[in-house]
């Protein structure tokens, strides 16, 4: 793959330069990616740009809907709020609820907020954005920690002044062999005076169901519906030229009842049970003992204020955040697991049980920076970051009349004697209170040598302190009280970026960045749960460092007059102690460590053409080597989890692809208003959950639990390589200068992905994965004013 690369990037770099290099047609978009307006040609590294045009022809809602147009950029779809982003093939695999301590690697910010939050990074609505934008590559430099695969920013429209207009938008749509669904979208600007303007944007969305759930009653259609709700409200002050004040709230909740998790096997549902009914569950479906839900509530306020003076801009973004967050889950499955281990009666082993993990975030930021607003060689641009951030944690398991069975079982008292403070009737119980803060002063200067060629250096020094608290108790817990456990790291990211126009058509650019990621402490095994070959395995990783990568860069932009722009870059990243997450086998707990070296190299490409009148087609792809550089083994010298020098990273496919074609033509209907056809396709290509997933043998489960007639030694046989998928989207309607009206269907093969594999306790309890919805057909109609 390499050599594929080396080859490729010449003829790319060349072929374009025989084309006029006449004045570019093309429309500029101006972004904010280096924290000051300019084009996005002029932005010397690779990004990609989503303008409010293409979220609304592509009916993206979300992220990982408009992912399906960007290059390198991955999402693994957890849930509504449960997305995991990683960009470039830079990816620790899959992080689940109860790894609280782990950071992100993609850094993702709604205007110049941040809102990144290790796996609840929340999927704000996109309606009456202006555009997003994708940085890709370290951005350590300007944006921090949790930015070292790349940056994420949701960019809004702002209020505008001595202006009223708005929008609305509506949206009836039905999930094949599911839900009904749809939203209703609205915003409002609203002069007040001629010095200040009020933005209001609000929405609701009904998520379809497309999961049913088997249960000892019968069977429960659609159980993963949900809603969510929200508001944008922004007013901006400028009493002059030279000032502008833009104080701002978003709140949204959601809520569902249930996850995308089509299951193989479960502890209560399987074909190899014999006193109970054998069951073999058919795609989309699962088994439940009790509903589950998810609910997410997040309250950002910020407040940014611009000044402007001579031959400077100075620039403060003030924000306070706070989240609640609730994942229920059906845990009967996994609590009787352990009955059976503990030899509970079968009456037991099938009580109802309910793990309810809760995350409660408050987090306040300030950013100073000032930068030279002049129109000389030099650019200069410095400034200063402060956060705070307190996240509560906590997991409880109610599961009634458990005390009086363990007692019966274990012995008199014996429930009392490990709950350690927390309520009855729940064996597992954690309190986990998080206290992270971190200063950084960042700085880059851009000289322009000449009108071609200008160069950028900059950097960041940061410093961290984590501190975090744990308490657990209960018959499954390892019975842990108040112990404390400090984190910290200092150290500077340098970033070096070159760019030299070619022609007017045509800029090359280059880039070396270095990214980091902060370490942390694993929370400590259950090691009541553990066999003791998994005890002896994992019971030795507690601390893990930082992560950093150095990422290099070749790339090129083209804009021709004759209607085609093109984006490709070649990357290559060297990963020191890269954060890997695994499952923690029959133990129920997933732990973090470093991997000494590896890396990531690949190519990605972005083009757009207008071969004829009303034509527009689009194409991205990307392939990506990511790969471990060296191996790690366990205390008994085994090689852990897959984790060894040539095999692959998690969660990040090699190839992946998207195409589009719109074609517009005028027509003489509904007072001349333009008819379009749209066709998208996404090819995705294989993925693993996690690195041992590519173990040989790593896909034969057995439970090891002898219940309801099975012997436990039965054999599930799961192929862990996530299948490539292809999904297609097509869509129609009328355009017009103040409405549109569309025609959908997402999906239009029905496509049912694997999009991860999901294993509770290692498998001995549940198996299955997470997947997409199903076909989706819709209309939706948009009115401007």
């Known amino acids: 793959m390499k050599k594929a690369i080396r080859l490729f990037l010449p003829a790319l770099l060349l072929s374009p330069l025989a084309v006029s290099a006449a004045e570019p047609v093309m429309e500029e978009v101006v972004v904010t990616a280096t924290k000051r ?72 910010y709604l205007d110049e907020s941040v809102i990144s939050l290790s796996l609840f990074t929340p999927d704000f609505d996109l309606y009456d954005l202006n555009r997003v934008e994708t940085l890709r590559g370290p951005q350590g430099t300007i944006f921090g920690s949790g930015s070292v695969g790349g940056t994420i920013r949701y960019i809004t429209n702002q209020p505008v002044l001595g202006e009223t207009e708005g929008s609305f938008e509506l ?42 759930a088997r249960t000892e009653n019968g069977k429960k259609d659609d159980v993963n519906d949900g809603t969510s709700n929200g508001i944008r409200a922004a007013l901006r002050f400028e009493p002059n030229d030279m000032l502008a004040i833009t104080p701002r709230i978003v709140y949204q909740e959601i809520e569902t009842d249930g996850f995308n998790r089509q299951e193989s096997f479960n502890l209560f549902a399987n074909p190899f049970t014999t006193t109970r009914p054998a069951i073999r569950l058919d795609e989309r479906e699962q088994y439940l003992l009790l509903d589950e839900a998810f609910e997410d509530e997040t309250l950002l306020a910020d407040v940014t204020v611009e000044a402007s003076f001579d031959g400077f801009d100075l620039t403060s973004v003030t924000s306070y955040t706070e989240r609640d967050i609730l994942v229920s889950r059906d845990a009967s499955a996994l609590t009787g697991s352990v009955s059976v281990d503990l030899g509970f009666p079968e009456s037991a082993v099938t009580i109802p049980s309910n793990l309810r993990d809760t995350t409660d975030v408050e987090q306040i930021t300030q950013e100073l920076r000032i930068s030279s607003n002049d129109d000389g060689k030099l650019f200069w641009l410095f400034g200063v970051f402060y956060s705070d951030t307190e996240r509560e944690y906590r997991q409880r398991l109610p599961t009634s009349g458990y005390d009086a069975v363990t007692d019966a079982v274990l012995g008199a008292g014996t429930a009392a004697g490990v709950a350690n403070g927390f309520p009855a009737d729940s064996p597992f119980n954690s309190d986990l209170p998080y206290d992270i803060e971190q200063l950084a002063v960042f700085g880059e200067i851009t000289y322009d040598f000449s009108e071609d060629f200008r160069v950028t250096v900059g950097g960041r020094w940061y410093d961290f302190e984590e501190e975090r ?14 112990v404390v456990d400090k984190t910290e790291s200092d150290g500077f990211n340098p970033r070096v970026l070159a760019s030299y126009d070619l022609n007017d058509a045509v800029t090359l650019n280059a880039q070396a960045a270095q990214g980091f990621r902060l370490g942390g402490v694993n929370d400590p095994l259950n090691t009541a749960l553990c066999t003791p070959g998994d005890q002896a395995t994992f019971g030795s990783f507690q601390a893990y460092d930082d992560e950093t990568m150095w990422n290099y860069e070749l790339g090129l932009k083209a804009v021709f007059d004759n209607g085609i722009t093109l984006q490709a870059a070649a990357f290559h990243a060297e990963i020191e102690d890269l954060q890997v997450t695994l499952d923690a086998g029959s133990c129920s707990s997933r732990i973090s460590f470093n991997v000494e070296d590896a890396h990531s190299t690949g190519f990605e490409i972005e083009v757009t053409a207008n071969p004829l009148e009303g034509l527009e087609l689009g194409l991205s792809g990307s392939i990506a080597e990511s790969e471990f550089d060296s191996t790690v083994r366990s205390e008994t010298g085994d090689v852990l989890g897959g984790v060894e020098d040539g095999n692959r990273l998690a969660s990040v496919p090699e190839f992946q692809m998207s195409g589009n074609a719109t074609y517009t033509v ?37 439970s090891g639990l002898p219940f309801a007639g099975a012997t436990g030694t039965e054999v599930t046989n799961i192929d862990l390589e996530l299948d490539p998928y292809t999904l297609v989207n097509l869509n129609a309607g009328f355009i017009s200068q103040n409405w549109e009206a569309v025609l959908y269907v997402n999906n239009a093969t029905d496509e049912n992905a694997d999009l991860s594999f999901d294993r509770e306790r290692g498998g001995r309890a549940r198996l299955g994965f997470r997947t997409n919805m199903p076909r989706t057909l819709g209309v939706t109609y948009r009115r401007f004013f």
Request: charged content about 15%.
């Open 37 to 108: 307006a300019t084009t996005a040609q002029e932005v010397p590294f690779s990004l990609n740009v989503q303008s409010q045009e293409d979220i609304k022809r592509a009916g993206a809602s979300n992220i990982e809907e408009l992912s399906r147009n960007i290059a390198g950029l991955t999402v693994q779809n957890l849930g509504p709020g449960q997305s995991q982003v990683a960009i470039r093939g830079v990816s620790a695999g899959q992080i689940v609820r109860d790894q609280p301590g782990v950071k992100e690697q993609v850094g993702v």
């Open 171 to 212: 949206d009836l749509n039905r999930v094949t062999d599911g839900d009904i669904g749809g939203h209703a979208k609205g915003m409002i600007n609203l002069p007040i005076g001629d010095t200040a303007a009020l933005r209001l944007v609000g929405y609701t969305n009904q998520y379809p169901g497309f999961i049913d």
């Open 469 to 482: 608290t744990i308490t657990t108790g209960g018959l499954f817990a390892a019975g842990d009280s108040g």
């Open 666 to 702: 005028p027509t003489q209907w509904f007072d001349g208003a333009s008819f379009f056809v749209q066709a998208t396709v996404q090819h995705v290509g294989d993925r693993i959950t996690q690195p041992s997933d590519q173990v040989a043998g790593a896909g034969a489960f057995v």
